[in-house]
């Protein structure tokens, strides 16, 4: 070997072993996030091994990359920080380019950032293909990076001479524009908002999104960095010795892909928790995945035989036929499974049903991102006075349960009747439904019923989404203009009141039976301070503030409904569609998971004629919209083909004031999407599983540990009938089957 070639094969070999440096420390980094996403971390130096061992392979990568590029830039010699300075000191003439340099490049690269948050926030709202919409946020970005460069370079060559005679430091100007830069885009993105509204410099909350999470690139930027300034250190050493250094720790890649991650929790927090080696996880599964059935025997997938397609843990185990197709260690044994409570008796339906009035009116009020801890429930804070009044006159469920955490998963589900995985829903974050679903007001349409529908954000009334179907009217005065995609920052609970309010009012509209549906949105964030309702400045307090301002506009239209000429005939249905997280689990806001604070919610259901009681058995909001159809008169969809409900009637439960509600199965369904990975929870005599893709991930007793921080999924007795009792429910599931975009 020549002598460059060798001076060139040490300097790459140097980066390498700087990048594997940089990878160990970063895994240190990386295990405290792991280990802080559950209640039960596993040991830190289990998963540090774990960590570090996923993130090697891509370290080398990066630092063979680092070190051909430097030898590229650096030809004489490897660069390091004292090279830097001497560069400095020496290039006299042009210490004004370099000073004035470095501050406008962190200036430039506050505009790159403003840039990207701001095609990031549009392309997030959009329903373009991940891969395509990537692509082109990479390339617009790179051009105007190439753009700013090439300002920059100008500006300095441009003012540099006219500022030499100053004698600047580039030094101290590099840590000052360093400093400030870090500052000032720290302060930018913390004080902005997730949606990016409010201002220009708002925009850099966009980079806070759960679905932008930077700390995976800037583990990265360490990584190529110690790539970049590491070999300086050690390019002196022998080549054979700087070889065997970098080569030594991927004994650890082994390890992981062996039995490193055979630890259950280390995975599953490695799952929830980890910024960078989750997606290289994910990454290493598909590609160790032999028969590509989505499951990997390498790397803790939990394959117990990749050469079957069928033989997985989230495959189907069919009972009674001597194979272990979900790797559970046994065949399923069959399971009479009823999702249904024992029938009420005729008498006791006939008596609960006489109570209730006939040709009955409905308002059905939801509240988006409404917890279910609110004054009746015994919050301490009082936020919802007037839903508290609402909850002494009706029947109210206190362990209700939404279809899953976000909007588009659970409250078109809960308005068709059916769990999300049965609706024809297509792959976008904001789901759209197909007409082979029915909601519920299209039923009620048919029925000749006065449908109504006020609203103030644009994804429930505008077309071809699915819930604007079957109204006759539409109101949507008070929605803003100008559409929002997230973290919608108006303010339209007053407005969506004084609609409503004003269409009721209308003879044309209550002069027949008629079913109204309100929405209120203020509670989703972004928050936003309002007069009156100002509780305190953390994301709590500004919550609960956005809470009790709605509750106050409920409570107008909850008066005009008790003043009404037909409050007699007329029943109110409060419940929300997701609840809202503030930490509990290492979270915030919702999404993605299906922790309790994320799918309790409230559900108060008020009838004329019906005593108001508590009912303490868990129920799902499957069951709203059979239990509406009975509430208003009619009769239950055919059962053939699409025209189908999952749930069940609980009108004689309601109405039954003697009634003990029996145990029943409560079913979270929230099926795959664009930003997020699918996830289920069956719940059954308080044991609460969740899983995804049938692969079973955590299991809580919710009678004794309600605030789910002791997962008992490894105790397999008590395990064990749970998740073939939920196999067995998903069986019964009509899937349809929907998949990603084509890329």
Avoid at 56 to 67: C, E, F, Q, T, Y
Avoid at 373 to 389: C, E, H, K, Q, V
Wanted: aromatic content about 8%; hydrophobic content about 45%; charged content about 20%.
């Amino acid at each position: 070997m020549s002598s460059f070639a060798k001076r060139a094969a040490t300097r790459v070999v140097a980066s390498a072993l700087g990048a594997v440096l940089a990878c160990l420390f970063a895994g240190v980094v990386e295990t405290f996030w792991i280990r802080g996403a559950t209640a039960e971390p596993p040991g830190f130096a289990s998963t540090w091994l774990a960590a570090s061992g996923l993130v090697l392979p891509v370290a080398l990568a990066v630092g063979i990359s680092v070190g051909c590029a430097s030898l590229f830039l650096h030809p004489v010699g490897p660069p390091s920080l004292e090279s830097l300075r001497s560069y400095v000191r020496a290039s006299s003439t042009r210490r004004g380019e370099l000073a004035i340099g470095f501050p406008l490049t962190a200036l430039a690269a506050i505009a790159f950032l403003l840039l990207t948050a701001r095609l990031s926030l549009v392309v997030l709202a959009s329903d373009a293909p991940s891969k395509v919409s990537g692509a082109v946020l990479g390339l617009l970005s790179s051009l105007f990076a190439v753009g700013l460069g090439i300002a920059v370079a100008g500006a300095a060559r441009a003012l540099g001479p006219r500022l030499q005679t100053f004698e600047l430091s580039p030094i101290a100007s590099l840590a000052a524009a360093l400093v400030g830069a870090a500052v000032l885009i720290g302060i930018f993105v913390m004080t902005g908002t997730t949606s990016g509204s409010g201002g220009t410099l708002a925009m850099f909350g966009v980079l806070k999104r759960p679905e932008l999470d930077l700390r995976a690139p800037a583990l990265l930027g360490l990584i190529a960095l110690g790539a970049y300034l590491v070999p300086a250190r050690v390019a002196r050493w022998p080549l054979p010795l700087i070889a065997a250094l970098v080569l030594l720790p991927l004994v650890l890649s082994i390890r992981a892909a062996s039995s490193g991650l055979d630890e259950r929790r280390i995975a599953l927090s490695m799952e929830r928790g980890a910024p960078l080696s989750k997606l290289v996880l994910g990454a290493l599964r598909k590609l160790s995945d032999r028969d590509h059935d989505g499951f990997s025997a390498r790397f803790g997938g939990g394959d117990c035989d990749d050469r079957r397609a069928d033989v997985n843990p989230g495959a189907d185990d069919v009972p009674g036929n001597g194979l272990d197709e979900d790797c559970s260690g046994h065949d399923a044994e069959r399971i009479a499974l009823s999702a249904a409570p024992p029938a009420s008796s005729a008498q006791v339906r006939q008596a609960a049903l006489a109570a209730v009035p006939k040709r009955l009116n409905l308002v059905l009020i939801t509240i988006d991102t409404l917890r279910h801890d609110l004054g009746f429930t015994g919050y301490a804070r009082p936020i919802s006075a007037n839903i508290d009044r609402l909850s002494k006159q009706s029947v109210v469920f206190d362990k209700a349960y939404s279809l899953a955490s976000y909007t588009s998963k659970s409250l078109a589900p809960m308005l068709i009747g059916k769990y999300g995985s049965e609706t024809h829903r297509g792959w976008s974050h904001f789901n759209r439904f197909g007409k082979e679903d029915f909601f519920l007001q299209e039923r009620l349409q048919k029925a000749g019923i006065r449908t109504l529908s006020v609203q103030g954000y644009w994804y429930f009334f505008q077309e071809g989404i699915g819930f604007e179907r079957g109204f006759d009217v539409v109101d949507a005065s008070a929605a803003p203009k100008a559409v929002q995609m997230e973290g919608d920052r108006t303010v339209t609970a007053d407005k969506v009141s004084d609609a409503a309010i004003a269409q009721l009012s209308k003879p044309e509209n209550v002069a027949r039976q008629f079913y109204l549906w309100v929405h209120y949105v203020d509670p989703h964030s972004e928050y936003v301070k309002h007069e009156g309702f100002d509780l305190g400045s953390t994301s709590r307090d500004q919550y609960d503030s956005e809470v009790a301002f709605v509750d106050h506009h409920v409570g107008r239209l909850i008066d005009f409904l008790k003043q009404s000429a037909f409050s007699k005939t007329t029943a109110i249905v409060l419940t929300s569609d997701h609840g809202e997280a503030f930490g509990e689990h290492g979270m915030i806001r919702h999404g993605f998971e299906l922790w309790e604070e994320l799918v309790r919610v409230p559900l108060i259901v008020e009838i004329p004629g019906v005593a108001p009681r508590h009912i303490s058995a868990r129920r799902s909001q499957i069951d709203l919209v059979p239990t509406l159809l009975e509430l208003l008169g009619q009769p239950p969809p055919s059962g053939q083909g699409t025209d189908f409900l999952s749930g069940q009637s609980l009108l004689a439960e309601i109405a039954s004031p003697s009634s003990v509600p029996p145990p029943k199965i409560v079913f979270v369904d929230m099926a795959a999407g664009p930003n997020n990975a699918e996830r289920q929870a069956f719940i059954e005599n308080d044991l609460k599983l969740v899983a995804s893709g049938g692969r079973a991930l955590s299991l809580f007793d919710l009678a004794n540990d309600p605030l789910e921080k002791k997962d008992l999924l490894d105790d397999r007795a008590l395990a064990d009938p749970v998740l073939s009792r939920f196999k067995a429910f998903r069986r019964e599931l009509r899937v349809v089957d929907v998949k990603p975009i084509p890329k």
